[in-house]
């Protein structure tokens, strides 16, 4: 004496998802595409982070669990560096153009008073989004115009920093 049950259909397999891939641009990470997501900083839920994109705060272990329609689960986990670069100006007034830019960059020095830069020495220095130094050279300022070459960076975001003296201007400019 034996019993057998046959239950057909009974149990469903579903193939989990494979792990999301997170790309970082400035300080925004995206996961692939899935149905539900929850970041986590440090192994610990971030409130409300649950969009295919989070926009990060400080740098860190940044993890995405992604889920799709059956319930299965994937997470993956990258650690992310914050750009924390500013767009600040104390005494330099400048404006910088065209934005975006191709192969060179306007700066055109506004003064609250008189021409109070021409001969004075400028410190400039390009930024990519992740902070890393790309440019740097050192120029005497002639007249209130100057013309910086960048056809020789790649596209993409970049800040342009100008210091002469105790001063320091940052403009944030994008590179076609």
Do not use: H
């Amino acid at each position: 004496g034996s019993d057998t049950l046959t239950l057909s259909n009974f149990i469903t397999v579903y193939t989990n998802p494979f792990a999301p891939i997170i790309s970082q641009v400035g300080n925004t990470l995206t996961s692939t595409p899935a149905t539900s997501y929850q970041w986590q900083l440090n192994s610990v839920d971030i409130p409300g982070a649950t969009n295919q994109s989070y926009t990060i705060t400080q740098s860190g272990l940044y993890t995405v669990i992604i889920g799709d329609d059956n319930g299965c689960t994937a997470q993956a986990s990258v650690d992310a560096s914050y750009v924390g670069i500013e767009e600040v100006g104390t005494t330099c007034f400048v404006n910088v153009y065209s934005n975006p830019a191709t192969d060179a960059l306007m700066v055109e020095f506004l003064f609250a008073g008189s021409n109070g830069f021409a001969g004075n020495e400028i410190t400039i220095s390009i930024f990519n989004a992740l902070g890393q130094k790309v440019f740097s050279s050192e120029e005497k300022i002639i007249s209130g115009k100057m013309k910086i070459d960048i056809s020789n960076i790649v596209a993409g975001i970049y800040f342009l920093q100008l210091q002469t003296g105790a001063s320091t201007t940052v403009r944030k400019f994008v590179k076609e």
